[in-house]
């Protein structure tokens, strides 16, 4: 079955720095995987996803992501942080057949000013 | 345009009382899922519905029921609320259907209904 690892429940970094959020994922088949973005009290809203078309992904809010089939891996990251990207990260993967979405665990950001 | 709205937002119960939470979209999405959200463990799929008069199982399905009323609408019911189901329970909706749900469909959720059960 497949499965996503967010390293990291919290993260903190300042404003202007870069931002990292991790995640690997292990499926036995080629994936297609998601990060999802929680702002406090609302719902998950797509950030960006990776459908094999290309294997850099540029999402919303200057956000992207490299998919990285020899380390399973599919890490956010942001040039230059923002206080308006503090919020709670989900990555997540699909799988054929499947009909679902699995999720991470979430991974916290905070912004220091 | 709303796109997944939830009703109620806020709800206490008291252990062994019933309740549904109900779930709307308006984008014509054919399939529609609830989560349920809990600190350090992500989204848990509870039960989902590929297309219209169809339900399926998710992950934590012990102790709800669901119905797919239309295409539209998809509650969630709690026949006898326990204490551990206090929670975020989420509702999305997705444009795929059936056996052919797209892999890449964007979920959709709406704003979530928090669950207290004393």
């Known amino acids: 079955a497949q499965s996503v690892t967010q390293l990291g429940s919290h993260v903190s970094v300042s404003e202007g720095a870069l931002v990292l959020l991790r995640c690997n994922y292990s499926?036995?088949?080629?994936?297609?995987l998601f990060w999802y973005v929680q702002y406090p009290n609302q719902g998950l809203q797509l950030l960006l996803k990776y459908t094999s078309a290309a294997t850099l992904v540029k999402g919303i809010n200057g956000f992207e992501a490299e998919f990285k089939k020899s380390e399973t891996s599919f890490h956010l990251t942001k040039p230059s942080a923002h206080m308006s990207d503090a919020a709670e990260y989900f990555c997540a993967v699909s799988e054929e057949g499947a009909q679902k979405l699995v999720f991470g665990q979430g991974t916290r950001l905070t912004i220091n000013p | 345009n709303a796109g997944v709205t939830q009703t109620p937002k806020f709800q206490v119960l008291k252990t062994g009382q019933s309740m549904t939470l109900q779930c709307a979209q308006d984008m014509n999405h054919n399939s529609m899922y609830w989560y349920r959200q809990d600190p350090g463990m992500g989204l848990r799929l509870i039960y989902y519905s590929a297309s219209e008069g169809t339900t399926d199982k998710g992950e934590v399905p012990n102790g709800y029921n669901v119905s797919r009323l239309n295409k539209r609408e998809f509650s969630l019911r709690l026949e006898s609320a326990a204490p551990s189901q206090t929670s975020v329970y989420f509702c999305?909706?997705?444009?795929?259907?059936?056996?052919?749900?797209?892999?890449?469909?964007?979920?959709?959720f709406g704003p979530g209904t928090r669950l207290t059960v004393l």
């Open positions: 999305a909706s997705s444009l795929g259907q059936g056996a052919w749900v797209s892999l890449t469909d964007t979920q959709y």
């Open positions: 499926s036995s088949v080629p994936p297609y």
